[in-house]
């Protein structure tokens, strides 16, 4: 049997709880060394506290924690680690190389060569020379992965990175975490974002009210997971609800805005959406809602209304039909 992978984190049983409330309750965390790990869990599941804890910057109530083998000590951060909770702090009036430069001075680390590396590996080489005030939010996120680069870290923490991003800010941030990983380097990821998960982490720790809900592979947890939903516009939906009937993995819903919300699997829906063409029944849009880990975690998450919401499941009528 090969031997198991080294944990560059590992938490066993986790605690810690502020005036009434338990932010975190008997948590494990195990991150494979090389991995990309997704720490998921809707609004107030724990994990900013969870992240706290890492960095050193909260005492855990009760529970261990070793980073790489060694014991994490409250009140000092392991240099092994890097990263930011929350978002990445900087002198705005300066420009990202100026930051960078007082950060490794402050660290008594100056290398302007690594750090020149940085900037290139960040993608922000061309406008180093300008003031962070002047920079998009991706910028700063990206600066704040150079800044946290600076100490060569072996883990390294990235807390929600890509909140607040355009579009395109995400695609720049996730080829970033996937050419850091591939270089190495030990990846947490804050996220309450599915997709953001899905696209980048091989494994995940799902928190739910301070409790892990999940934890193990991606690839495990979609092989859980119930159909997809997507939702169905065609030239005569009451036609294509009775098609359905045909099709026992397909189920089809109402939505009360128009349209209908379909759950099934890839091949169950090719074969439904041939057969609406059979039937002369024109398919005038189709789009994926909801993805089958999406699905899972709304499940794992009781689907609170405020992760929820995003799906645009108020919209939907209860009664099943089909
Ligand atoms: N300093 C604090 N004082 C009191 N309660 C706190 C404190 N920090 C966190 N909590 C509570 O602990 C729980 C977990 O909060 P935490 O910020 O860790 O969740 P989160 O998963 O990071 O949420 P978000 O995605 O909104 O940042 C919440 O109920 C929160 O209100």
Same mark, same amino acid.
């Given at each position: 049997?090969?031997?198991?992978?080294?944990?560059?984190?590992?938490?066993?049983?986790?605690?810690?709880?502020?005036?009434?409330?338990?932010?975190?309750?008997?948590? #494990?965390?195990?991150?494979?060394?090389?991995?990309?790990?997704?720490?998921?869990?809707?609004?107030?599941?724990?994990?900013?506290?969870?992240?706290?804890?890492?960095?050193?910057?909260?005492?855990?109530?009760?529970?261990?924690?070793?980073?790489?083998? $060694?014991?994490?000590?409250?009140?000092?951060? =392991?240099?092994?680690?890097?990263?930011?909770?929350?978002?990445?702090?900087?002198?705005?009036?300066?420009?990202?190389?100026?930051?960078?430069?007082?950060?490794?001075?402050? =660290?008594? $680390?100056?290398?302007?060569?690594?750090?020149?590396?940085?900037?290139?590996?960040?993608?922000? +080489?061309?406008?180093?020379? =300008?003031?962070?005030?002047?920079?998009?939010?991706?910028?700063?996120?990206?600066?704040?992965?150079?800044?946290?680069?600076?100490?060569?870290?072996?883990?390294? &923490?990235?807390?929600?990175?890509?909140?607040?991003?355009?579009?395109?800010?995400?695609?720049?941030?996730?080829?970033?975490?996937?050419?850091?990983?591939?270089?190495?380097?030990?990846?947490?990821?804050?996220?309450?974002?599915?997709?953001? &998960?899905?696209?980048?982490?091989?494994?995940?720790?799902?928190?739910?009210?301070?409790?892990?809900?999940?934890?193990?592979?991606?690839?495990?947890?979609?092989?859980?997971?119930?159909?997809?939903?997507?939702?169905?516009?065609?030239?005569?939906?009451?036609?294509?609800?009775?098609?359905?009937?045909?099709?026992?993995?397909?189920?089809?819903?109402?939505?009360?805005?128009?349209?209908?919300?379909?759950?099934?699997?890839?091949? =169950?829906?090719?074969?439904?959406?041939?057969?609406?063409?059979?039937?002369?029944?024109?398919?005038?849009?189709?789009? $994926?809602?909801?993805?089958?880990?999406?699905?899972?975690?709304?499940?794992?998450?009781? +689907? #609170?209304?405020?992760? $929820?919401?995003?799906?645009?499941?108020?919209?939907?009528?209860?009664?099943?039909?089909?």
């Amino acid at each position: 049997m090969p031997a198991a992978a080294p944990l560059a984190l590992e938490a066993t049983a986790l605690a810690k709880r502020y005036a009434g409330t338990t932010a975190l309750g008997d948590v #494990d965390l195990r991150v494979t060394t090389g991995s990309v790990h997704g720490l998921l869990g809707p609004n107030g599941a724990g994990k900013t506290t969870l992240l706290r804890l890492i960095f050193g910057l909260a005492h855990p109530d009760a529970g261990t924690m070793t980073l790489f083998g $060694r014991p994490v000590t409250a009140g000092r951060t =392991d240099p092994q680690l890097g990263g930011f909770v929350e978002a990445p702090q900087f002198y705005p009036h300066l420009s990202g190389r100026r930051n960078l430069e007082m950060l490794s001075a402050y =660290d008594h $680390r100056s290398d302007p060569a690594h750090l020149e590396t940085l900037l290139e590996q960040v993608g922000l +080489a061309q406008r180093a020379g =300008d003031r962070v005030a002047g920079y998009s939010l991706g910028m700063r996120q990206r600066l704040g992965i150079a800044a946290a680069l600076l100490r060569r870290p072996r883990l390294l &923490v990235l807390d929600e990175p890509s909140n607040g991003l355009d579009p395109a800010g995400i695609r720049d941030l996730r080829t970033l975490t996937g050419e850091l990983a591939a270089d190495g380097l030990t990846i947490l990821l804050s996220s309450h974002r599915m997709d953001e &998960v899905e696209a980048v982490c091989d494994a995940v720790t799902i928190l739910h009210r301070g409790a892990v809900a999940y934890a193990g592979t991606v690839d495990a947890l979609r092989a859980q997971a119930p159909a997809p939903e997507y939702r169905l516009h065609t030239a005569d939906d009451a036609a294509a609800v009775a098609t359905a009937r045909a099709h026992k993995a397909v189920t089809v819903e109402w939505y009360l805005t128009g349209g209908l919300l379909v759950r099934a699997q890839q091949s =169950d829906l090719d074969g439904y959406v041939v057969n609406l063409g059979r039937d002369g029944i024109a398919v005038q849009a189709l789009h $994926r809602s909801t993805s089958a880990l999406e699905q899972m975690f709304f499940r794992l998450t009781k +689907a #609170d209304g405020q992760t $929820r919401g995003a799906v645009d499941a108020q919209a939907r009528q209860e009664a099943a039909v089909g």
